[in-house]
């Protein structure tokens, strides 16, 4: 046999084992048959059927809610019990759910929770039950009557409630970010398989299907092996990000606890509402876009991945020198624009920008060696890659929901709890991202590469020089 004869019978076999792969991803992404039109092959997404009965009051999950304000409130109180501003429904979703527990250092949140939930409770004949509030979340947890805690504090309270509460054999659903800094992060996750219980991460982006879909077209071959997968999440916000935030008259030392809402905080400053309010402006409390925006990005990328690997090795660049020269020193210590890129030991690499001074982003992207996955609302295009253009077909999937959806996102949840399965921003993506977030804040804030070891957890340079890694007081501000 010539060699010219030999390739074109390898081509050959190759193109048939691709096209076995991509049957099988289509049976997977749509369930059903597809259409051919232009050269293009046009696969319609098929959603998952509705739920055939709704669960019965026995089975009605009792949810309790910690930190109430902000996000808290309208993401987390306000999904669960349905209630818009008006106290209309505004979502379609049959949780058979019920609040019944606020906490909050803050008197106002609480007290405006509390009422929300009660609300519901009597305009919609839900019980006769006692709505309550708490200042201290550990007073929640004694109870043996809550079945879901909701977590919507300031990140360095995210690791000590979400461990408390399922040690006291509660579910999480946790905001992101997972945690203020890896280590705890690790806690986080040796408690849920600890004690087996279900961990949320709340960035709705894990529940956006065509992140799924994509996971699956991967998985099935049909982009080759992976090289790139990309986005953003930018915004031009020129009174500086998160300065919309109200610093509330009535937000003193006498209507909340600042000692304890500081909690591992290492530098301790007086009372100050700004850092109350617009913590997100200050890297003691959090990551800044790293941990807030970009981990929207990071999660949906890693789902997409298939969710096995650690990353090797991050670097990260970000400065705020515009939002410094144009509102003044005291305005923030977080970044307004930052690059990161992660690579991973099977060779693939991630990259993320963010910004709050250019709303200009980088396109929803994953690269193979054969072919490359172009996402728009609710659709994926994937086209082949030049060299394997007469092995790879090009294909649309379209339809496909839901998108980016709390709702959604709590049903998922929810659904996982009584199913017992594994709910799409599980604990197992968690850890994966927050490891790709806490390098990057490492990376930028120390001006090194971090490398990562899975199996000690530690980090180090690239010649091997050991890391500290990030916690509490291990630099300034922290």
Request: hydrophobic share 35%; charged share 25%; net charge negative.
């Amino acid at each position: 046999m010539s060699h010219s004869e030999n390739h074109r019978d390898k081509k050959a076999s190759r193109r048939e084992f691709l096209k076995k792969g991509a049957m099988a991803a289509s049976a997977l992404v749509a369930g059903v048959g597809t259409v051919s039109a232009k050269g293009v092959t046009r696969t319609p997404y098929s959603a998952p059927l509705p739920k055939s009965s709704v669960l019965g009051a026995a089975d009605r999950l009792r949810i309790g809610f910690v930190g109430v304000g902000g996000q808290g409130f309208n993401a987390h109180v306000r999904t669960v019990t349905n209630m818009d501003g008006d106290g209309e429904g505004f979502h379609s979703h049959e949780y058979n759910a019920v609040g019944v527990a606020v906490c909050d250092l803050y008197a106002g949140n609480r007290d405006r929770a509390g009422a929300l939930l009660e609300k519901a409770r009597t305009t919609r004949n839900l019980g006769d039950y006692k709505v309550q509030t708490y200042e201290d979340h550990r007073e929640m947890m004694e109870r043996d009557d809550i079945d879901v805690i909701f977590i919507g504090t300031v990140d360095h309270w995210h690791a000590q409630i979400a461990i408390d509460a399922m040690e006291s054999g509660k579910h999480v659903y946790c905001e992101k970010p997972m945690t203020r800094y890896l280590g705890e992060a690790f806690e986080v996750y040796d408690a849920v398989k600890r004690t087996g219980k279900k961990f949320q991460v709340g960035s709705q982006f894990c529940t956006e299907r065509k992140w799924h879909v994509a996971a699956q077209m991967i998985d099935a071959g049909k982009i080759g092996p992976l090289v790139t997968l990309q986005s953003s999440y930018t915004r031009n916000t020129p009174s500086g990000e998160w300065n919309y935030y109200e610093m509330l008259k009535d937000v003193t030392p006498s209507t909340l606890d600042w000692n304890h809402w500081l909690g591992k905080v290492d530098e301790r400053p007086d009372f100050n509402v700004e850092h109350w309010a617009r913590w997100r402006k200050f890297l003691p409390y959090c990551a800044g876009i790293l941990g807030d925006l970009l981990a929207h990005r990071i999660h949906p990328l890693i789902i997409a991945s298939g969710a096995e690997e650690f990353p090797k090795r991050v670097v990260c660049l970000g400065n705020h020198n515009i939002t410094i020269n144009q509102l003044g020193p005291e305005d923030r210590t977080v970044t307004d624009n930052t690059q990161l890129l992660a690579e991973y030991p099977s060779g693939y690499s991630i990259v993320v920008l963010g910004s709050t001074v250019n709303e200009q982003g980088l396109p929803q992207i994953i690269r193979g060696q054969e072919g490359t996955l172009y996402f728009g609302d609710g659709t994926i295009e994937l086209r082949p890659e030049r060299p394997f253009a007469d092995l790879v077909d090009q294909e649309l999937v379209e339809g496909i929901s839901p998108g980016a959806s709390i709702p959604a996102h709590i049903d998922n949840l929810f659904d996982s709890i009584r199913s017992d399965t594994d709910p799409n921003g599980n604990i197992d993506v968690a850890i994966r991202a927050q490891t790709v977030i806490s390098m990057a804040e490492m990376s930028e804030r120390l001006g090194e590469m971090v490398y990562f070891d899975e199996d000690t957890r530690d980090m180090s340079t690239g010649s091997g020089r050991k890391l500290e890694t990030l916690t509490y007081g291990t630099l300034s501000p922290s």
